[in-house]
């Protein structure tokens, strides 16, 4: 079955630095894919859409200079949260949706502690 | 616009025991529904769709759902609840309307707890 492999499972970074998340399609190609963002026990909120060769969308609320969005090629995407704090610590997860079947694959997340 | 409400945050079962898990969506347009879960610190799976083919669906692991359209709900059964059940389970709907594999759009989530 379709895969997405989304890297690094967990990071711990200082206040001020970047971290950079990537996901990835295995095994189709996804135009299209979605980074979400989940607070502790609470469901996923749609941070952006991720399109390739072009500009991301992102939801009201979301400061697209400090959530990075790039997605060069059919297969990637990356998220790079730049100058982080401790508020940006969060469950952060990206779903790929296949160009073909249009059928979604999440990633299985990654945890970022800002410390 | 679409929606969907997930009528109990928690659901405790004991072991062995029918699972429950309420959905109510609502849809511009003819909707897909999924049913999730998501294990600790862990991605999401998907554990069973409907796209408008048979309306009781089968998922994995035992898991069914009904697409309801007279009540707008998707309630996702399973006859008998395993420890390894206990998760969190997301309700999702998606239009699939004139732009087909819109955006999801997630419930709040039910976490189930199941007692040995």
């Known amino acids: 079955g379709a895969v997405v492999s989304q890297h690094p499972s967990r990071v711990i970074c200082k206040s001020g630095t970047s971290v950079k998340i990537e996901c990835r399609s295995l095994?189709?190609?996804?135009?299209?894919m979605f980074w979400y963002r989940q607070f502790p026990k609470q469901s996923l909120m749609l941070m952006a859409t991720?399109?390739?060769?072009?500009?991301?969308?992102?939801e009201q609320g979301v400061e697209k200079d400090k959530f990075l969005i790039n997605h060069a090629s059919l297969t990637l995407s990356t998220l790079t949260v730049t100058s982080a704090h401790p508020e940006d610590s969060s469950f952060y997860i990206c779903s790929a949706r296949d160009d073909r079947s249009y059928g979604y694959t999440f990633g299985s997340g990654t945890r970022l502690t800002v410390v | 616009a679409q929606s969907v409400t997930q009528l109990d945050s928690h659901v405790s079962v004991s072991e062995g025991t029918p699972v429950l898990l309420r959905c109510n969506y609502s849809s511009s347009y003819s909707p897909s529904l999924f049913w999730y879960v998501q294990h600790p610190n862990k991605g999401l799976q998907l554990l069973l769709k409907?796209?408008?083919?048979?309306?009781l669906v089968k998922g994995i692991n035992g898991f069914e759902a009904e697409f309801k359209k007279s009540e707008t709900s998707f309630h996702l059964t399973k006859p008998s609840a395993h420890m390894s059940d206990a998760a969190e389970y997301f309700c999702v709907v998606s239009d699939r309307g004139r732009n087909a594999g819109n955006m999801l759009t997630f419930g709040g989530g039910t976490r189930l707890m199941v007692k040995p």
């Open positions: 409907y796209t408008s083919a048979a309306t």
């Open positions: 991720s399109n390739e060769g072009s500009k991301a969308t992102y």
């Open positions: 095994d189709f190609q996804a135009t299209t």
